[in-house]
């Protein structure tokens, strides 16, 4: 081979000290930036708490998932290295994307909520479109900065490879992911994280069977021929009572003043509505896949089940599982703009002028954010502040809603309940609900019902205060003609008194492992810290 050949050909790896240290350094900038949140929460807060023993402990984990990314990162060859850096940048945006918005770190329960509320990703991009720029700009600084890592190091030259380097690799690549799985190590890094959170899910048990309900309603009980139970999006409570409620002044209805909404978090929130909630003896254990379903007693009590969807197109949302799904009758998505909620409104109105017996429940458009969504473009200046969208786009959302749905029915074969997920904090720069540390105004939510004249005369009486969402499933297995003491001492009191204990669920509001725990707090106080 003559000098020319020779100098063509691939040197061993020759980097020295200097060149290494370079690399090193590079990657270690790009591995703090794409973990700067499992570091922050694992390791600098257990340190700045005293655990000491634990945050070393976390650093040193921390350090082992880094030095197996690091090794691929070397060795792999450039196709190999470019799928490392895709599967990684991947699971680095999913997670400080998290953690960015929420201020905590992903976890299989919170892993699990994303997936369900993937359809509000347009309006989370909307909201917080400059955060989702800085979340990018950070992970295509952790990657350039390993991709700069990679160069540096490989510039000295060829390194080994081989079958053996590449199986050894793939199995260390694998391995933190089970050690985290099968003893007390956390965190799990975060270029790896989704993939492991994602293997939980799937080999999660199916879900399991509902509970069979084991009362019966009176047949001879004056019910309703149509129960309609409208939960909307978003509204809080103190916007509705300035300007929505003066508008139902000529109809007669029952206002039960503010509720404690069941979540701050919608998801949560509809499970536990749909699922009944027995607050006095609830616990972290209990799994609200098993007890009886809305669904259930009302095909017992002789009504054909419908659910009217204003947000989502497909499957149903909000954990909306197949044993639950099963025991409805009908399933409409009804998403149609700014005006879905009229839309539905008119339907719901034709449906109870009809004859037979219909349990309907309605998730309702309403606010969502970005609120700019659902009033007309125009309709106040763009810049305006938060609190101004907010009021334009109820006004838009309901300021016709009750009249259309009302015009014409036969007010005593009819009950009708209305109330939200979840309120709103307004506070501008917060998170509008599902924050971390949930303030008051988050469960803040309306709850009225417009009723027979027999069921409205039951609750002349009611407190205006002291109502939680969880009364609404007992008040109305009563309106189906079951048992009500019954009915109130599985659940909680019917309407006509407070609730008998405030609980609200976080995003893990089913287990996601068998045995697991569920987010739930409980008490005498109503839900939330005080608005900061």
């Not at 892993?111 to 295509?140: K, P, S």
């Not at 007390?184 to 790896?192: F, I, L």
């Not at 004859?355 to 969504?373: E, I, P």
């Not at 105004?441 to 939680?468: M, Q």
């Amino acid at each position: 081979m003559d000098s020319t050949n020779r100098s063509k050909a691939p040197q061993p790896w020759r980097a020295g000290w200097g060149r290494m240290a370079a690399a090193l350094l590079l990657f270690a900038a790009g591995y703090a930036a794409a973990n700067r949140f499992q570091l922050t929460h694992a390791i600098l807060y257990r340190w700045a708490a005293g655990d000491r023993a634990s945050a070393i402990a976390a650093f040193l984990f921390m350090a082992f998932q880094g030095a197996v990314f690091l090794a691929a990162l070397l060795l792999f060859p450039r196709r190999w290295a470019t799928a490392l850096l895709a599967l990684a940048g991947a699971s680095v945006l999913v997670n400080i994307g998290y953690s960015q918005i929420v201020g905590s770190l992903l976890d299989d329960g919170s892993f699990a909520w994303m997936i369900g509320e993937a359809r509000q990703a347009g309006h989370a991009a909307g909201q917080f479109g400059d955060q989702f720029l800085w979340v990018g700009a950070q992970v295509a600084a952790a990657l350039a900065l390993f991709v700069a890592a990679r160069a540096i190091a490989r510039g000295g030259g060829r390194l080994p490879w081989g079958k053996g380097i590449a199986a050894g690799l793939l199995a260390l690549l694998i391995f933190p992911s089970i050690l985290y799985r099968t003893f007390e190590v956390r965190p799990e890094s975060a270029e790896r994280s989704v993939y492991g959170l994602g293997w939980d899910l799937l080999r999660a048990p199916p879900p399991p069977p509902r509970d069979p309900i084991d009362m019966a309603p009176d047949p001879d009980a004056k019910a309703p021929r149509h129960i309609v139970w409208l939960v909307d999006e978003s509204v809080a409570e103190a916007p509705f009572a300035r300007l929505i409620a003066p508008g139902l002044a000529g109809m007669p209805h029952v206002d039960f003043g503010t509720a404690a909404a069941l979540g701050n978090c919608s998801a949560p929130a509809q499970v536990a509505l749909r699922s009944g909630v027995d607050v006095r003896r609830v616990t972290a254990a209990s799994d609200l896949r098993r007890t009886p379903s809305i669904w259930a007693y009302a095909r017992a009590a002789g009504y054909r089940t419908m659910l009217i969807d204003g947000q989502a197109t497909g499957a149903p949302q909000n954990l909306m599982l197949p044993p639950e799904r099963a025991l409805i009758d009908d399933y409409r998505s009804m998403v149609g703009g700014i005006d879905t909620d009229l839309q539905i409104a008119d339907t719901l109105n034709a449906q109870m002028k009809r004859a037979g017996k219909s349990f309907t429940y309605v998730v309702l458009q309403g606010v969502h954010f970005q609120y700019r969504d659902h009033y007309p473009a125009g309709a106040i200046p763009a810049d305006s502040p938060v609190g101004l969208q907010y009021d334009t786009a109820l006004r838009w959302s309901k300021g016709r809603f009750f009249d259309h749905l009302l015009a014409g029915v036969d007010r005593e074969a009819v009950a009708i309940v209305y109330t939200s997920d979840h309120g709103q904090n307004l506070t501008p720069g917060r998170l509008p609900h599902c924050s971390p540390e949930a303030v008051t105004d988050e469960f803040r939510v309306p709850l009225i019902a417009f009723l027979p004249t027999g069921e409205a005369a039951r609750y002349a009486a009611a407190p205006k205060t002291g109502h939680s969402a969880s009364q609404i499933f007992p008040a109305m297995l009563g309106w189906m003609g079951y048992d009500r003491a019954k009915a109130a001492a599985r659940y909680d009191r019917d309407l006509d008194r407070p609730t008998a204990r405030y609980v609200w669920f976080g995003r893990t509001v089913v287990p996601v492992t068998a045995g697991g725990d569920i987010e739930l707090t409980a008490g005498p106080a109503f839900p939330g810290a005080a608005r900061r």
